[in-house]
């Protein structure tokens, strides 16, 4: 793992993430973990079971759940999820994991194994308080916290998650690979 101590590991869901990104980043290793919650808890549990890192730091894609969002790279502090309800049917609350994950005060990102691209799932998961919107990162948060390593995750926002957001991320997730490779950089100094 390297001879100056622990590397950093740098996380994306799909290669398409990371197009910009050096096939070697120093003081990085790099895990893409596949699409949705269950790939995301389970490629980085398997990494951080089998290795020490200072700090996971995650880069992606995410859609824009207000004007304010959109064209720029996010520094997320804290994740929810907006496919659980609770035994009450309270919509956010899991019946076992905590309603949220991450640092507190900051963007907040609604995470759900659904691709989000209309109008009407946008209101009912703003109204859970997020501006973002993706597939991963609770499940990032939550695991890095039960292995105690510290956690920074970056999203560039690809889509309004509105109609024809799948499309418009096939188009863009290049450009988005740009933004969060110059983040990286200006953040690290790689």
């Known amino acids: 793992m390297g001879g100056r101590g622990l ?16 096939a070697e980043l120093p003081g990085f290793e790099v895990l893409v973990t596949g699409l949705g919650k ?6 980085l549990s398997e990494r951080l079971r089998d290795g020490a890192y200072e700090e996971v730091v995650v880069v992606g894609t995410a859609g824009g759940l207000v ?9 997320v502090a804290t994740a929810i999820q907006h496919d659980v309800a609770d035994l009450d049917g309270v919509v ?21 194994d659904r691709f ?6 946008v209101a009912e998961i703003t109204a859970l308080g997020a501006t973002l919107v993706d597939m991963e990162t609770y499940a ?38 740009e933004w969060l490779r110059e983040r990286i950089r200006t953040e690290y100094g790689v």
């Open 92 to 112: 956010g609350r899991h019946v076992a994991l905590p309603e949220r994950t991450g640092s507190g005060e900051g963007v907040v990102i609604a995470t759900g």
């Open 140 to 177: 990032y948060f939550w695991v890095a916290e039960r292995y105690g390593v510290p956690i920074r995750v970056f999203k560039a926002v690809s889509d309004p998650a509105q109609d024809g957001a799948t499309q418009l991320w096939d188009e863009v997730v290049a450009t988005c690979s």
């Open 7 to 22: 590397m950093r590991l740098l996380v994306a869901a799909l290669p398409q993430e990371i197009t910009a990104f050096p």
């Open 67 to 75: 004007p304010t969002a959109e064209g720029t790279v996010h520094e």
């Open 116 to 121: 989000i691209d209309d109008a009407d799932a």
């Open 38 to 43: 269950l790939q995301a808890a389970v490629g």
